[in-house]
């Protein structure tokens, strides 16, 4: 019970107390590496169906045990004052992307639409810490995923202006459950969670919103989120983040000429998703025309408006990507197909 005000609790007389974890980084984690390494070696053995079992347990266990000891390490390393950040130059998109591609196997199993928005003025180049950013956004779409069950998950980024400099401002919209008033507040206390019997279905510490939040707070920025019970969630935050002056991205001039004037038949069930197509097709300079679904494409084709190129959706209900792809292909005038 008394594990919310630990590690805040250093005095100035003597040896800080709160001192003591962070030096203790390294010879913590080590034997938890030799934990999980060799228990994957051992997988990779001849091993009977119960030992297998038995390793395998060890090995999700080593890896659970393995996120609380970075999870506690981290907190009290900013409780401390003892965090440093990085000053780097990296690409904002990248890292963006780089999350996303952690994720993206287990928004397809889930069948949830994982997608990602960067607003015009977004500096592309900047300098700043990228893997605690990374460690922010990893945590909020990790959440996101978690507690949704349909719909989509969508990371939008664009640029806000602070008080003292340029800020950038993140945020992860859910379709999932959602969070009640009541626990909006103790959301980002250490070691909370809004229910317990959740937790013990889908683990976690309860410290990876109360990192982020002091993150975002050691960047410059702050975290809030808003949310209604059984619709979703969205978590926000700014950071400070210095822009650079960018070089242009090569494929992006390069291909404008081809796309220019050309129109493309957008064919996607999610709403969002087209939106962004659209956006981006329009940015190119092409015509695009969107529909929500299988039928209404086939209808757009048939009825012998201009389609240069039509760029279909995998996962629909009803008809899907493949099926559309065949259907289309029966069509007198079957325009090109991006699956
Ligand atoms: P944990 O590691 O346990 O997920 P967090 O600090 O990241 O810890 O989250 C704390 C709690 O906040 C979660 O256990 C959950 O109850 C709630 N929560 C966080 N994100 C969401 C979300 N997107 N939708 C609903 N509840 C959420």
Known sequence: AGAGRWGGGGGR???PRAHFLPMRTHETRTPMNGVIGMTS???DTPLSRDQREYAETIRSSGDA??????D?????????????????????????????DLFAARAAEKRLDLLYEIADGTPSLVRGDASRLRQILVNLVGNAIKFTETGEVVLAVWPAAGDAGDLVHFSVRDTGIGIPPEAMDRLFKSFSQVDASITRRFGGTGLGLAISQRLAELMGGRMWVESEVGRGSTFHFTVRLVALPSKPRPYAGATRAVLEDRHLLVVDDNATNRRMVAELA????????????GEAALDFVRSGRRVDVALLDWHMPGMDGDALAEALRAQQACPPLVL
Do not use: Y
């Not at 506690?72 to 990248?94: P, Q, T, V, Y």
């Not at 329009?282 to 679904?293: A, E, I, K, R």
């Open 65 to 70: 045990l393995l996120t609380i000891i970075n």
């Open 282 to 293: 329009l940015g190119w300079g092409m015509v695009p025309h969107v529909v929500d679904g």
């Open 13 to 15: 007389g003597g040896l």
């Open 41 to 43: 070696l051992l997988l």
């Open 72 to 100: 506690i390490l981290d907190f009290s390393k900013i409780e401390s004052g003892h965090m440093e950040l990085d000053a780097a130059e990296f690409g904002l998109r990248e890292c963006v992307e780089g999350v996303l």
